[in-house]
Every structure is written in structure tokens, then in C-alpha cells.
T-cell receptor, first 117, second 114 residues
Framework: GAGVSQTPSNKVTEKGKYVELRCDPI?????LYWYRQSLGQGPEFLIY????????DSGLPNDRFFAVRPEGSVSTLKIQRTERGDSAMYLC???????????????FGPGTRLTVL | AQSVTQLGSHVSVSEGALVLLRCNYS??????LFWYVQYPNQGLQLLLK??????LVKGINGFEAEFKKSETSFHLTKPSAHMSDAAEYFC????????????FGTGTKLQVIP
């Protein structure tokens, strides 16, 4: 079946602009995660959704970052007033269990590469 | 707090040689440990994971890892490298709580020399 998809694959924007990054999880997966991967680094946790609600948003770096998942499927990561330091690969992952556990396998999408000029 | 240290940002091996990628962890709770592989322009793919039970874990593509609590290590090995193994490998530990908030290492790029 289809895996996790993310759009766009690449996004170039100017400093100060607003961007939206989209994640389509595997159908039926209730848990959804966003990560940010800077060059030469491992992915860093941003936010976790269980269903429609953000169960843990402790990784969001500041209030310019926001994410939604209004129908419990597709999620959008929104970044306001982008800064050059926001340039990174943004990864989305999903997992299947109704209550996500430490042992769950996360399935990752190919990512969106964001470049802020 | 959870953390992972991967020793060596770049590792080169000859085709057919042993692959050894090192990972040490720190965890405030019994660790659940993972190895992921990332091919260029692709997302991360799970190679293997340790939760409980047998400390030697076998994964996909001939990889395995051994959990050593006394050494706080979870090194990844493969007896014979293939050209297709060239990729970036990430060790990760999942945090406390009822869900998988994962902390990743900085990654090791594996180069396989023909």
C-alpha cells in the first residue's frame, strides 16, 4: 500500500514568509509525528499527534511553528515569519496503534526540504 | 533524559568486509533502541529494534545489533558489506512515556568501496 507522503518535496521561500508543509500518513494510522533534520544532524522531534489532538508539542522551537491535524489524517506544519535558521529537512512519520507505544514502528515519509533565503 | 552518541560520522569499508557502526546511549528508563537507515532523498527506514528479551536483534538486509546494558551500547553489524548498504545510519532511543518520542543520534555515513 501507499506509504507516508509529504508535499512539497522542496520548498524555497524568502525570509519572513509563511510556509505550509503537508503530510499524508499511511491510511488508518492514528499517531503522527513531525521531525526536523538539519544538515549533518539526526532528526529532532517537533510534535506528536494522536488522532486530531497534539499530545506533545514540546519540540516546537517557538511560537512561529504550529501544526494541525483537523480530521485525524492529513497534517500540516505551519511556519510563520520564516528565518534562515528554519532551513532543514522536515520529516513526517506515522504509526498504527490506537495508543502509541515506545515500541511502535514509525514509518517515515521522504521529507520536505525547506530553504529560507 | 535520553541521548544517543554515534562514534564516527563517516565509516568506509570494502565490499565484503565487516560493517560495524557504533552507538552508545543514555536513558533514564529501560531503553528501547532502534537503528534506522536513510538513503539519499528518502525517508528513514527501520532496520531493527530492541525492546525487551533477546539482546541480539536481527533486522533487515542482514544487519544485526547487540544490546549490552553494562556497556550502554547498541552497535550495528553486518558480516559482509554490499554496495547497496551505502547510506546514512541513525541510532535512536525512545523516551519515557506511553508513546515513541524518539531521540536520534547524529548519524553515520557508510561508504562501501568496491
Amino acid at each position: 500500500g501507499a506509504g507516508v507522503s509529504q508535499t512539497p518535496s522542496n520548498k524555497v521561500t524568502e525570509k519572513g514568509k509563511y510556509v505550509e508543509l503537508r503530510c499524508d500518513p499511511i491510511s488508518g494510522h492514528t499517531a503522527l509525528y513531525w521531525y526536523r533534520q538539519s544538515l549533518g544532524q539526526g532528526p529532532e522531534f517537533l510534535i506528536y499527534f494522536q488522532g486530531t489532538g497534539a499530545a506533545d508539542d514540546s519540540g516546537l522551537p517557538n511560537d512561529r511553528f504550529f501544526a494541525v491535524r483537523p480530521e485525524g489524517s492529513v497534517s500540516t506544519l505551519k511556519i510563520q515569519r520564516t528565518e534562515r535558521g528554519d532551513s532543514a529537512m522536515y520529516l513526517c512519520a506515522s504509526s498504527s496503534t490506537p495508543v502509541a507505544r515506545r515500541t511502535d514502528t514509525q514509518y517515515f515519509g521522504p521529507g520536505t526540504r525547506l530553504t529560507v533565503l | 533524559a535520553q541521548s544517543v552518541t554515534q562514534l564516527g560520522s563517516h565509516v568506509s569499508v570494502s565490499e565484503g568486509a565487516l560493517v560495524l557502526l557504533r552507538c552508545n546511549y543514555s536513558s533514564s528508563v529501560p531503553p528501547y533502541l532502534f537503528w534506522y537507515v536513510q538513503y539519499p532523498n528518502q525517508g528513514l527506514q527501520l532496520l531493527l529494534k530492541y525492546t525487551t528479551g533477546a539482546t541480539l536483534v536481527k533486522g533487515i538486509n542482514g544487519f544485526e545489533a547487540e544490546f549490552k546494558k553494562s556497556e550502554t551500547s547498541f552497535h550495528l553489524t553486518k558480516p559482509s558489506a554490499h554496495m547497496s548498504d551505502a547510506a546514512e545510519y541513525f541510532c535512536a532511543v525512545s523516551g519515557p512515556g506511553g508513546y515513541q518520542k524518539v531521540t536520534f543520534g547524529t548519524g553515520t555515513k557508510l561508504q562501501v568501496i568496491p
